[in-house]
């Protein structure tokens, strides 16, 4: 009887693991993102753009971060909405840019593949 009631305890606890880990997708934080990209512009290994990024670790980070969010809260958007909601004096072609080249490093190969 103790077996029991211990295995159907931790049968409970798995259950209750699974859901919360499915139910809400964890966004990476800013500070490892930047400090991901850090690490990668520190070493380009000939990565002409990763030579290009470095200073703007922590913007693109930020960026990457909040168009996460603002896509999760409110769906699919257009650079210009996007735009529009990060505010700051964004334009669509500069959130077009930022967006080409998050798209670029979170790719295969890329610092923040499966971040």
Do not use: C, V
């Not at 259950?15 to 990209?37: C, D, F, G, V, Y």
């Not at 959130?95 to 295969?108: G, T």
């Amino acid at each position: 009887m103790i077996r029991n009631n211990a295995a159907e305890k931790k049968r409970r606890r798995a259950r209750n693991r699974q859901r919360m880990h499915r139910a809400r997708p964890r966004e990476t934080s800013i500070a490892k993102l930047a400090s991901t990209l850090r690490k990668a512009t520190a070493k380009p290994r000939g990565d002409k753009q990763l030579e290009q990024l470095r200073g703007r670790e922590s913007e693109l980070a930020g960026f990457r971060y909040l168009s996460r969010i603002l896509i999760g809260h409110y769906g699919a958007m257009s650079d210009a909405d996007l735009a529009r909601h990060l505010g700051d004096g964004f334009t669509r072609k500069k959130a077009w840019q930022f967006r080409q080249i998050a798209a670029s490093l979170e790719a295969d190969g890329g610092p923040w593949h499966n971040l």
